[in-house]
């Protein structure tokens, strides 16, 4: 089966990521299907239109694509992007990352970036953790890549553009090249 537009994804592991582990004894740290927070982003190819991703490799993709709601009428539905037996049909717009031979890539327009701990300067303290508009990339992609800014770049970012992942375990705020206002020179 080969879809005839987008890719055909399904979940890895379930469609939420609600459990912790704490002290060997499995905890439900959330109960609801409204908080997209705990909505699983990681899925598995299994086919591609374009056979730009390779089947079986991991990709990240947007919240909804896995995400159950309620219809007016109170009853649970899958998202608009599920197809039957576990696979999805997703829009390329919605995949943002995927792994080849180990490494994340990033997918079309999309790039990933760090963001940087605020430093403390002056005797008052601050309460932000984060310098605003700030990051280093980490996955960069051919648009940024043409104008000088690969991975390990220091950059600023428009304003509302971090929407946030954990990729390996590491905060990143995935955003499109047109997002990427300045290099910053420290």
């Not at 490494?103 to 701990?117: G, L, Q, T």
Request: charged residues 25%; aromatic residues 12%.
């Amino acid at each position: 089966m080969k879809p005839r537009y987008g890719y055909l994804i399904s979940p890895s592991g379930s469609e939420y990521n609600n459990t912790k582990k704490i002290g060997g004894v499995d905890f439900v740290v959330n109960t609801t299907i409204e908080d997209a927070s705990f909505v699983n982003r990681v899925g598995i190819m299994m086919q591609s239109m374009s056979g730009d991703i390779p089947e079986g490799s991991e990709v990240i993709v947007h919240h909804n694509v896995f995400r159950t709601y309620r219809d007016m009428k109170g009853r649970k539905r899958k998202s608009n992007e599920y197809f039957r037996d576990n696979a999805y049909l997703v829009d390329p717009g919605r995949v943002y990352l995927y792994k080849l031979n180990g490494e994340w890539r990033s997918a079309n327009d999309w790039c990933f970036v760090r963001p940087i701990d605020y430093i403390q300067d002056s005797e008052i303290l601050r309460t932000d953790k984060e310098q605003k508009h700030t990051g280093v990339v980490v996955y960069s992609n051919p648009n940024l890549e043409a104008l000088g800014i690969k991975s390990g770049t220091m950059v600023g970012f428009t304003k509302n553009s971090e929407y946030g992942f954990d990729i390996d375990g590491q905060k990143l705020y995935r955003m499109q090249t047109s997002d990427i206002c300045l290099i910053v020179n420290e």
